[in-house]
């Protein structure tokens, strides 16, 4: 987050942690890209009121220890909604159609050799399984819609919505040709997406994945993958970023991001505004403008 960096040293004189030489008066903290600010981030800075999370999903915060210091935390939601929600399309899209498998054929002469690219698979009839269908969730299912996806989701409880239903992750999976993962992290997904899971979507069946990567059991994933328990999988998170593994990395049925969801330049200002404004408004009056429910 260069430019929020920016924008923070020059309005505030703005340190950074590695570079900060007293940290008592520090009010704020600004934390990007998934750093963990936890019990040992927030003893480090004894005067800490707010912290201001770079992104929508929050699961690096220990929101239970923030609540217990009085410490007021905020995300940035809603700016990335449509961002986010394209690449989840793109990637269904993707696995359905082969697009980059496609690209790395043509790149590879096999094409110009006289090899025939394998037929694909339509996205008009699919059936689209979202899980959480939370804001970014909503948004891909409209776009999936409009391209003749059937939509059926899973969610804690059933929503005002046409889409179909499922009380479960398993039936969800069951249902789906693609499976999109689009519930926060944290404990609570924490391998939600386990070997059952992917057992229930099945040998013709794809994993999606935008949301974060402990919301999947990799290894099963690898396991399932590498057995054909399931057909291929696009993801733009994984477990231990920036690592992926090499069983993925080898193999030509996944499609590998590196984390970009939210990654266009006016999604990341239109965010960079957000915590600016957040910032703001706790020096200014001891409030956060978008603060998360601990
Ligand atoms: C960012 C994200 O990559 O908003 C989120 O939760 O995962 C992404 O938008 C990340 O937060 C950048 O720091």
Redesign the pocket.
Known sequence: ?PFVRDWLVERYAAPALDELADPSGIEVAV?????PAGATEMDALPDLGAIV???????NVDLAEASRRGIVVS??PDV?TD??ADLAVFLVVDVLRGLTAADRFVRSGAWAAGEKFPLTRDVRGAVVGILGLGRIGTAAAERLESCGAEVHYHSRNPKDVAWTYHASTVGLATASDVLVVLTP?GAGTEGLVDAAVLDALGPDGYLVNV??GSVVDEDALVAALEEGRVAGAGLD?FADEPHVPDALLARDDVVLLP?????TTQ??EA?GRVVLDNVDAFLERGELVTRVDG
Do not use: E
């Open positions: 987050m934390v990007g890209g998934g750093a999370n770079f992104g929508v999903g929050y699961d995300n940035t990335l961002a986010v992290g949301a974060r998170v984390h970009v969801g939210s990654a999604t990341r965010m």
